[in-house]
């Protein structure tokens, strides 16, 4: 009930989808991810069955490990976050290698948590992901956020930073800033006073406006703009 004696409407569980090819593993994090109260809507244990299923159960976050028979992770990854709706992607894996981490974002995934992880760590960073935050494996949001700046040293496509390019309102380039500085969501909301939510439309809206996919070319386009260092 809330404070006026009106009946609230209970808040849905987060739908996650759980791919990983081997069995054990897949349903210990499905059951886990059930018990905290998760709707697990479907599970996969190899890339065509996870695109299949993923486009039929309509899961708000993917958990995905990246060695898969059939399709690498990395082109499930692509094939789902380019659908509508497209699921939020969080990349499970062994493999805590740089190349395997800087793919694996820059093929759409929002985060990237090693298996090593516990399920403390994984049941927050699902409820993360699901929100838009990024989120890491200590020590690798760095190597990301590096990989940003090396990408954005290179020279910019003739598309972006011309006459006519799409203006933001002032409040969408300061959450674009506090964006490229690493800042999850839910700080941005804290240091600029507004709801999460808010958060969430001003980068949706800068997404459209600017024509980009998801945030890591939205953090792209902010460094090769210097918006970081403001």
Request: glycine share 8%; net charge negative; proline share 6%.
């Amino acid at each position: 009930m809330t404070e006026h004696g009106e009946r609230s409407e209970p808040r849905r569980p987060i739908r996650v989808m759980v791919v990983d090819d081997h069995p054990m593993w897949r349903d210990a994090v499905a059951r886990d991810l059930g018990e905290a109260g998760f709707e697990v809507v479907a599970t996969a244990g190899d890339g065509p069955q996870a695109v299949r299923r993923a486009r039929a159960a309509v899961p708000q976050v993917l958990v995905l490990d990246l060695n898969l028979p059939g399709i690498p992770g990395v082109q499930v990854c692509k094939e789902l976050v380019g659908s509508d709706p497209a699921p939020r992607v969080l990349v499970l894996s062994a493999s805590g290698e740089h190349a395997d981490v800087l793919e694996a974002v820059k093929s759409g995934a929002t985060g990237y948590l090693l298996k090593s992880a516990s399920t403390d760590e994984l049941i927050d960073a699902v409820r993360r992901t699901a929100a838009g935050d990024p989120v890491f494996t200590a020590g690798l949001a760095g190597l990301v956020l590096g990989e940003y700046r090396r990408l954005a040293s290179d020279p910019a496509p003739a598309a972006s930073g011309e006459p006519g390019a799409p203006r933001l309102t002032e409040r969408e380039t300061e959450v674009l800033r506090l964006v490229a500085k690493g800042l999850s969501y839910k700080q941005i909301a804290e240091r600029l006073v507004i709801s999460h939510r808010t958060v969430q439309n001003h980068v949706q809206n800068t997404l459209g406006k600017l024509q980009l996919h998801n945030r890591v070319e939205l953090v792209r386009y902010a460094i090769e703009r210097g918006l970081d260092d403001i």
